[in-house]
Structure formats: C-alpha cells, structure tokens
Nanobody, 115 residues
Framework: VYLVESGGGLVQPGGSLRLSCAAS????????MSWVRQAPGKGLEWVSF????????NYADSVKGRFTISRDNAKNTVYLQMNSLKPEDTAVYYC?????????WGQGTQVTVSS
C-alpha cells in the first residue's frame, strides 16, 4: 500500500496550493480519505474528509470556506485545494485512507505560508 502526497511548498499569505495524494495497493474507491496536518510543535489536526464515492465531504472549522477536498477514483488520487492560505496553515500535511479497521498513511508534504 502506498499513499504519496505532493504539491506542498512555500507560499505567501493569501496564496493557494493544491495538494495531491496518489494511492496504490488497495481498492481506492472503497476507502474514505482524509487530510490531517501537524504544525511545528503541535499535535495532529484533522483537516478534511471525503467518502469513497466523493459525495460526502467535511471540513474543520479552521479551513471551512478556504479548502476543498475532492477525489478522482479513476486516477486513485485525492486532492486538497487550499486557498486564502494563512501563516497558521503552515504544517506537514498527510493524507490517510480508512475502511473499517484498515488505516493507511502517507509520508506527508510540507506547506509553509510565509511572506
């Protein structure tokens, strides 16, 4: 099983980034996907969720209205479009896949929001 995040980087406040998480080794469209982040010196913070079919999404209050999660089951990829980025969005962003007792994590991608 592999989950590989990409798309992170350095962006100025107010800017945008699109994260991708490419999955392999499991039946992607049967797994719910989430994005979770960890800011420097802090614990894990759940960011967003999407169900296997893509019809149901949910967001943390801290990102609601600025971030959009989506998935392309034909490409086995989940995305996180991040707009109006703030310095407090600086973190390592991880994607995970869950179905029942199965939980898989990616290695993370760094997002830094700074002028």
């Amino acid at each position: 099983v592999y989950l590989v995040e990409s798309g992170g980087g350095l962006v100025q406040p107010g800017g945008s980034l699109r994260l991708s998480c490419a999955a392999s080794g499991f039946t992607f469209n049967t797994y719910a996907m989430s994005w979770v982040r960890q800011a420097p010196g802090k614990g894990l913070e759940w960011v967003s969720f999407i169900n296997g079919g893509g019809a149901t999404t949910n967001y943390a209050d801290s990102v609601k209205g600025r971030f959009t999660i989506s998935r392309d089951n034909a490409k086995n990829t989940v995305y996180l479009q991040m707009n109006s980025l703030k310095p407090e969005d600086t973190a390592v962003y991880y994607c995970n896949a869950v179905r029942g007792f199965n939980l898989y994590w990616g290695q993370g991608t760094q997002v830094t929001v700074s002028s």
